[in-house]
């Protein structure tokens, strides 16, 4: 029965890409994607990936990396130059970014719109309609989703760290949480409870709508949307982490700490606890596992916790998705429907073996169990990184995971338990399907204004006075005209 399905598998894959070489030579793709491995020098000659990825869909691919911390900027200098110069395929990582809105409005992007609602051609690409809205702009698609497990985000620990400090139950409530921090703080001089870095947004995100701040945006009582700094609970949040520096918990340079040696801290034994996305928990519990020789579990998830009236509210790390890949018009019109049909292979499960796992027997190595596994069998060591590089972020996975599993550690099983758990409790951004012609223009300045002002304020650098006169500067500079302008268009989509 298996042989069969594998059969069926194989031929619809070839059918799909009936047509698709029209030519015995490759059809020629330039990408430009986030680099989450900037330390590791990816191989592009002779790369067994990128061939293999070639023969299967008659792509030949033109990677073009950009460091992932400051992948942003990157963006807007790229969108910039003569369009022969871009890219065909952009990784965006905020759909609701001004660079993204602006470009799609000025035409730098193909409409996708009708791809995405082709079945018969592009099956691979017809995902969520609900995502593919959020991501919309002005009705209309213009790129596919990179779907990412929901809500994702939560805080993690050190369980070894914190049995040492005299806790060994995991906390339920923000008091208990609020136990376990401070007893981390006090544990050794030199040493951090909160691993923090200059990617504050995700830290504060959780901590403040873990105390009942909204995610970005509010609906009040009235009906009405406000800005989630305006929700008392926001300075709440903000006043936990401060007390958590105030008492040593948070190393003084964390605004300075890039984002790409984030992990370090926790690797290198100076951090015990981190906001961040979930599955990061088991990486570093099998990190330690694999460099430092760790056999029993050290890492611990933080489940839902509780404020005081029993509510629980979780920041979600993405509303389902993170970012999207545009194509640029760097495509010629009559060449779209190759890189369409291009985009619709990835999202298959040979494309998503390929992009995101790599060569079976160079960089993973199928069990007799039939699990998926990256070491060796005659235990060599493997450069996967070198190999696979970040190719992954050209993942999509619109079908959901296609790939040959892993064997399931039972970190990974809690992990996969605990998206389910928290997804009820995730609160949403009502803000999200909505564009703000003001945000559009001004967002980026006036995010950052309350962002450093954030970050300042627990770093004890301003007072409470300092932080309500950033906000107040936020208001007359454009945040009162988003607030305007996200208010009509939310009571338009009420009628």
Sequence with gaps: MKKLVALLMALAMLLSFAGFAESDEPFVITVM???????VDFQYEDNPVLKAIEEASGVRLQIIFAANSTYGDTLNTTMTDPSEKQPMIVRMTDARGTTMINNARAGAFWDLTEYVNDPVNYPNLVGNAGIYSNISIDGRVYGIYCSRAYPRAGIYYRKDIAAECGITEIPETIEELTELTMALAEYKDDCYAINMCSYTAGTISIATVMHGAPNEWGIDENGEIYPAHKDPAYLEGLKWLRAVYEAGGIDPNFATIDSSTWNNPERNGTAFMRFDCLDNCYRQQEWFETNAGVTEQIWEYVGPVAQDDGEITVWPQNPGFAGELVVTK???????????????WCNTAEGQMLINCGVEGVTYWITEAGYRTATHPEGLTVETGKINGSINQLGMGVMGDLTVPLETTSMRARYNELNVILAPFAVANPCYPFVSETNVAFGTQLATILSDAATQFIAGIIDEDGLQAAWDQWETE?????TEEYNDAYQASLN
């Design 330 to 344: 760097a495509v010629k019109e009559e060449d779209l429907p190759k890189v369409m049909k291009f985009l619709d």
């Design 478 to 482: 454009g945040g009162a005209k988003i």
């Design 33 to 39: 994607l986030p680099d989450h491995n900037v330390d």
